[in-house]
């Protein structure tokens, strides 16, 4: 059975920086595909950040700039730097982690989710 454990979140000033960390915990093979979603209350669950295997990134829109996904495949691990915090990026940050396929299926594993508040 495989977990994701989350830490640092928390709560930070406007133009702040919080480091989220990731890690997979228990057997899992590979994974492909890293990432961080971004949830408030009453909305979709979107993507912030993602990281594949092969160190091809895709950052939403408004976080482009200022975020940074990196990954460290030997721990299984995936952060997120979040600098120049806006309130605007207030949420609960969930990781994400999709195994490659095999035989023609693919896992996918969520994180507890972690808090993130800015004030202004």
């Known amino acids: 059975q495989v977990q994701l454990v989350e830490s640092g979140g928390g709560l930070v000033q406007a133009g702040g920086s919080l480091r989220l960390s990731c890690a997979a915990l228990?057997?899992?093979?590979?994974?492909?595909?890293m990432g961080w979603y971004r949830q408030t209350p009453g909305k979709r669950r979107d993507m912030v950040a993602s990281?594949?295997?092969?160190?091809?990134?895709i950052y939403e829109d408004s976080v482009k700039g200022r975020f940074t996904i990196s990954r460290d495949n030997a721990k299984n691990t995936v952060y997120l730097q979040m600098n120049s915090l806006k309130a605007e990026d207030t949420g609960v940050y969930y990781c994400?982690?999709?195994?490659?396929?095999?035989?023609?299926?693919?896992?996918?594993?969520w994180g507890q989710g972690t808090q993130v508040t800015v004030s202004s």
């Open positions: 994400h982690m999709m195994t490659p396929y095999r035989s023609g299926i693919r896992t996918a594993y």
């Open positions: 228990g057997n899992i093979f590979s994974i492909e595909t």
């Open positions: 990281l594949s295997s092969g160190a091809e990134t």
